[in-house]
T-cell receptor, first 116, second 117 residues
């Protein structure tokens, strides 16, 4: 009954360091997403993927890269971390939307990332 | 672009009472969908309820119902018989369906609900 699993749950980085956030889903969802959540701003889409081997930019993609080598995994990378990237990061997945029928996105528990 | 507005930063309600959380939206698309998510203090995002723009009846899921008023562009969440476990942050979100078929969600800034005994 795992759903969407994110690792790690917490991380502290120094400015300039790199790291990768991992997301895995076991619901056979085609679509996967990375969001960041900042106080007073709701969730904002960083990157998304509509299938294995495909990725696309969301609202706030700068400073991040992603890869989707397997259908069940979606990786978010920070090549050179900056303090402005301190945030809570959420991964989500869903089936494709069918016309007139919304498909809810299922979220992981989030990763708290602090950049010093 | 789609926009979601939640004007209530915080709401208080007593246990067993009903509460309405406001959500207004702005879109020029004839077809759209609205979602509500709950975020407890533990941090996870929990899907609660969905309303499509062509749905004739207001959506209901247990104690949650959606008061959908299309002409006013509002999709308020109604929680009946509030429980202490309902204390959480609540987000309204809109489905932004791009021409590729991709469903992006646009989120409001959220409303923090506190349920008191």
């Amino acid at each position: 009954n795992a759903g969407v699993t994110q690792t790690p749950k917490f991380r502290v980085l120094k400015t300039g360091q790199s790291m990768t956030l991992l997301c895995a889903q076991d619901m056979n969802h085609e679509y996967m997403y990375w969001y960041r959540q900042d106080p007073g701003m709701g969730l904002r889409l960083i990157h998304y993927s509509v299938g294995e081997g495909t990725t696309a930019k969301g609202e706030v993609p700068d400073g991040y890269n992603v890869s989707r080598l397997k259908k069940q995994n979606f990786l978010l990378g920070l090549e050179s971390a900056a303090p402005s990237q301190t945030s809570v990061y959420f991964c989500a997945s869903s089936f494709p939307s069918v016309q007139g029928i919304g498909q809810p996105q299922h979220f992981g528990d989030g990763t708290r990332l602090s950049i010093l | 672009a789609q926009k979601i507005t939640q004007t209530q930063p915080g709401m208080f309600v007593q246990e067993k009472e009903a509460v309405t959380l406001d959500c207004t939206y702005d879109t020029s698309d004839p077809s759209y969908g609205l979602f509500w998510y709950k975020q407890p203090s533990s941090g996870e995002m929990i899907f609660l309820i969905y309303q499509g723009s062509y749905d004739q009846q207001n959506a209901t899921e247990g104690r949650y119902s959606l008061n959908f008023q299309k002409a006013r562009k509002s999709a308020n969440l109604v929680i009946s018989a509030s429980q202490l476990g309902d204390s959480a942050m609540y987000f309204c979100a809109m489905r932004d369906l791009m021409n590729t078929g991709f469903q992006k969600l646009v989120f409001g800034t959220g409303t923090r609900l506190l349920v008191s005994p």
